[in-house]
């Protein structure tokens, strides 16, 4: 199932559009499109791929359009796009090698560049995929979630110089709070990654409803909804 961001009226975004999860080796793969929406201007773009910790976070990627060619020992990706076009890389699977995960950042391209991640789980013979759409950075947005069932894991992002400080309520599908607010930070440039319950509390099993974020500075987000298949979750601004 494909996820589509959904803004709220009214809702500001800020900052530079971000892939707020990458997966690469381990059984999993990630594919990131990026098109030229712009109708008569080929423009440039560059793509910063982070760790964690907000450090280069180095790849071997495919390139499978418009070249097809493999991209060595890669953090920074930059290249030109005609009117309507798109380029697509892909992260290499190797089931020999730990999961490694990061963020993407958008930092040139202006804001006629649209991006998408297509997430790709391989399990024996099969392969289960979900795409999300880059966003840029939001102060105050609504996260999706369902443990009822199926594990819901998150993936938050502060992108920016200095660290965030935030609160996070959670409510069930009839509003009701599951558990008191937590108080959070994170710091420059990094990037939190694991299931909803080992990252906010146990007050998550078992339920679901949504995640609410209210940041003194932008972040980026995403959710993942895990059983086979698995589905992804998209952030909703307020």
């Known amino acids: 199932m494909i996820s589509r961001d959904a803004p709220a009226a009214g809702a500001v975004t800020l900052g530079n559009p971000l892939m707020a ?16 929406t712009n109708p008569t201007q080929t423009l ?17 990627l495919n390139q499978l359009a418009p070249l097809s060619r493999v991209l060595t020992n890669q953090s920074v ?3 030109s796009i005609p009117p309507g076009g ?8 190797n089931a020999g090698v730990s999961l490694t995960q990061g963020f993407a950042e958008l930092v040139a391209g202006g804001e006629s560049i649209r991006g998408q991640a297509i997430f790709q789980q391989k399990n024996a013979n099969l392969a289960y995929e979900a795409a999300v759409s880059m966003t840029s950075g939001n102060l105050n947005f609504l996260l999706p979630f369902d443990n009822s069932g199926y594990v819901t894991s998150l993936a938050i992002v502060n992108p920016g110089t200095s660290a965030a400080n935030f609160t ?16 959070r930070s994170m710091g420059a440039g ?4 694991d299931s909803s319950v080992r990252m906010f509390g146990s007050g998550l099993d ?11 500075a932008p972040l980026g987000a ?6 086979i298949p698995f589905t992804s979750f998209a952030i909703i601004p307020k």
């Open 77 to 79: 990706l930059s290249d």
């Open 21 to 36: 999860q990458i997966a690469a080796y381990g059984g999993w793969k990630t594919l990131l499109i990026l098109t030229n």
């Open 44 to 60: 440039r773009f560059t793509l910063n791929l982070r760790s964690g910790l907000g450090a280069p976070l180095v790849l071997t």
């Open 206 to 216: 078992g339920k679901r409803g949504v995640i609410e974020f209210k940041s003194d």
């Open 222 to 227: 995403l959710g993942l909804r895990f059983s």
């Open 190 to 193: 990094n990037q939190i990654a």
């Open 86 to 93: 798109s380029v697509i890389y892909e992260t290499i699977d």
């Open 168 to 183: 996070v309520s959670f409510r069930d599908e009839q509003g009701t709070s599951l558990m008191p607010s937590q108080n």
